[in-house]
T-cell receptor
């Protein structure tokens, strides 16, 4: 399975933008890029996903490099509630079986938001 | 209630006990999942149900027995567990399994401790 690499931790000041990077140099053509986050004592929460084009939703933006070997999750204004571990995940949704359902979480990036 | 709920939130059981974890989703989804999250391991998919039918058993020991009576409810029956089974058990749901169930909604999890 294609792997992702993320920094272990990042800090941001409240109300400032946050750019969370993810490297996935072995990504395949049918791999979607997903981002989930997990707040303390909670289950993971879907944030956003994309394939090739940049994506925006109410929570965040996803910027995907032209060669798809890296991506960046952008939180436009960090709040204290955004303090969580953010996971960048590749999923080959064109496949079948458990591999296409599995959310393979790595260590993620622990984001701290400073008031 | 909205979203995905799980009960109990915390469970302590002995190795000879029998207990059940319950998951309920109020999202009208057709696919449901059980995941295990240990402190030192990434999230592991255990079981997948689609329209009440089990579609995946990811090599889970028989001491874990899932049950899906309808599309809204999912149970995980536990018996003769081992201390190494102590973990956070997460339930998730998605609209269906098309394209690998791109967006999964997670419950808060049940923190299980096996003594």
């Amino acid at each position: 399975d294609a792997k992702t690499t993320q920094p272990n931790s990042m800090e941001s000041n409240e109300e400032e933008p946050v750019h969370l990077p993810c490297n996935h140099s072995t990504i395949s053509g049918t791999d979607y890029i997903h981002w989930y986050r997990q707040l303390p004592s909670q289950g993971p929460e879907y944030v956003i996903h994309g394939l090739t084009s940049n994506v925006n939703n109410r929570m965040a933006s996803l910027a995907i490099a032209e060669d798809r070997k890296s991506s960046t999750l952008i939180l436009h204004r960090a709040t204290l509630r955004d303090a969580a571990v953010y996971y960048c995940i590749l999923r080959d949704v064109g496949g079948s079986g458990a591999g296409s359902y599995q959310l393979t979480f790595g260590k993620g990036t622990k984001l701290s938001v400073i008031p | 209630e909205t979203g995905v709920t799980q009960t109990p939130r915390h469970l302590v059981m002995g190795m000879t006990n029998k207990k059940s974890l319950k998951c309920e989703q109020h999202l009208g989804h057709n696919a449901m999942y059980w995941y295990k999250q240990s402190a030192k391991k990434p999230l592991e998919l255990m079981f997948v149900y689609n329209f009440k039918e089990q579609t995946e058993n990811n090599s889970v020991p028989s001491r874990f027995s899932p049950e899906c009576p309808n599309s809204s409810h999912l149970f995980l029956h536990l018996h003769t567990l081992q201390p190494e089974d102590s973990a956070l058990y997460l339930c998730a749901s998605s609209q269906d399994l098309l394209a690998g169930g791109l967006e999964q909604f997670f419950g808060p999890g049940t923190r299980l401790t096996v003594l």
